[in-house]
């Protein structure tokens, strides 16, 4: 293993913005954890990103129960023996409703994957960091996580609950030496995204939806020692949808 190598955790990385990312930090030589709830996915993305001859290694795991979150922690520490950098991504949609249709079990399962999943990716990931003294951090928010999203309130609550967390552990954790960070994606295509018909005005200035690459660069740039001083920020990838 060697010490100049990053060693990353992407989770989602089965697919959309975790797999282009895994397969960019891939050809930059990252060590690379990959973690996803859908197995076949997951081992689809460590088999395109081995084609870089990179280490990595897929953890099957539901960000959003605590033992799986400790056991894709503990993978990486006990595969490459430390954690430089966390791309806290998996995330899950649901079927467009107003607030007043949507069932209270589809609410929970939202909050459940993109809001508690976040969490307990943090609070395992910062306590590893706060012992090296170092480490960045990438949460996947969104566009819905800086406005409302009509017909989407249960992702959007979820995605403005994922920058309180960003925001607070970038404070706490600032003087460790740790930073953290949101990015903020428009539509992107997607699996996610698949099934929302959308116009190209309703994609915003750029009239069009964004390739998952054009996501992976940002995340990239923001676990590089180029962005050392970009702490706390929350940063829209939507082609000035929400300007
Ligand atoms: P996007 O890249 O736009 O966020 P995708 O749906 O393409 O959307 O990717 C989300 C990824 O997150 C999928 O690979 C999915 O399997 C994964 N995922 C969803 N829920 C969980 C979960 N509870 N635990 C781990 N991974 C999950």
Request: hydrophobic share 40%; with cysteine; proline share 4%.
């Amino acid at each position: 293993m060697n010490m100049e190598q990053q060693v990353v955790i992407i989770t989602g990385a089965g697919s959309g913005i975790g797999r282009e990312t895994a397969k960019l930090l891939a050809t930059m030589g990252k060590a690379l954890v990959l973690v996803d709830f859908d197995d076949k996915s997951g081992q689809d993305t460590l088999h395109a990103v081995k084609e870089y001859h990179q280490q990595a290694i897929f953890v099957q795991a539901d960000v959003s129960q605590s033992n799986d979150v400790k056991k894709y922690v503990d993978a990486a520490k006990e595969t490459f023996g430390r954690i430089d950098a966390f791309i806290n991504n998996a995330g899950v949609l649901s079927p467009p409703t107003l607030l007043g249709d949507l069932e209270e079990e589809t609410f929970d399962r939202i909050i459940s994957v993109n809001l508690k999943g976040a969490f307990l990716g943090l609070k395992y990931v910062l306590k590893e960091m706060e012992q090296q003294q170092s480490g960045v951090i990438v949460n996947t928010s969104s566009a819905a996580g800086i406005q409302g999203q009509p017909y989407l309130g249960g992702y959007a609550a979820s995605k403005h609950g994922v920058i309180g967390l960003t925001k607070t552990a970038a404070m706490e954790y600032g003087p460790k030496g740790i930073r953290v960070n949101a990015i903020c994606p428009g539509g992107v295509r997607t699996n996610m995204t698949k099934g929302l018909a959308s116009s190209p005005e309703e994609n915003g200035p750029l009239r069009r939806l964004a390739d998952p690459t054009e996501i992976a660069n940002v995340i990239a740039f923001l676990i590089s020692q180029e962005a050392s001083y970009v702490n706390g920020a929350v940063v829209p990838i939507d082609g000035g949808l929400t300007s």
